[in-house]
């Protein structure tokens, strides 16, 4: 560092100072001068290749080996949620549902759901998997002793469904 009294000294005599003086001031700060002189490295076409290939390499291991613990990881959790819907499915054991619920403050008195059926699931199996829903969401509810049930569907098939089976009730009875 440059020490406060040469600074002073520098600026006050600047224009009374030759190049000389002001030189053998700088001189210590100033990095060394080259005697040599270097020349340009040269190409090793080899050596870059092989590095490059190196790089490669190592790039493709840990891709490959991030890669695998990556489908591990999804393939463990995968088997974990199925091995805890086997055990825990609420129609076999409604108390799982209470379980649940048993945190909340509030259990609603009517829970109203909104179903769609998807275009490329029309005819008889969208309308399958409609119902399964249906029979799913009233279940929980009876589970968690919701009295009042509300289903919409915007398409209308559950609406024809359930005017097929009151016919069919009333043809029966």
């Not at 076409?45 to 092989?50: A, E, H, N, V």
């Not at 049930?149 to 009730?169: C, I, M, N, W």
Request: glycine share 2%; charged share 25%; hydrophobic share 40%.
């Amino acid at each position: 560092m440059v020490a406060a009294r040469e600074v002073e000294i520098y600026r006050r005599d600047v224009d009374k100072l030759s190049v000389a003086e002001r030189e053998t001031i700088l001189k210590p700060y100033l990095p060394p001068k080259r005697t040599t002189t270097t020349r340009p490295p040269k190409a090793q076409p080899i050596r870059d290749f092989l590095k490059t290939q190196l790089h490669i390499l190592v790039f493709a291991v840990m891709h490959a080996v991030f890669s695998l613990y990556i489908r591990y990881r999804q393939a463990y959790h995968i088997l974990l949620d199925r091995v805890f819907a086997v055990l825990y499915y609420h129609h076999r054991a409604p108390e799982l549902i209470r379980q649940d619920i048993r945190g909340l403050n509030k259990v609603p008195q009517h829970l109203s759901v909104i179903l769609e059926l998807k275009e490329e699931e029309q005819g008889f199996a969208g309308l399958e998997k409609l119902l399964d829903d249906v029979a799913e969401i009233s279940a929980w509810c009876a589970g968690a002793r919701i009295p009042m049930l509300s289903v919409y569907e915007k398409t209308g098939p559950l609406s024809v469904v359930e005017r097929q089976s009151l016919v069919d009730a009333y043809t029966e009875s």
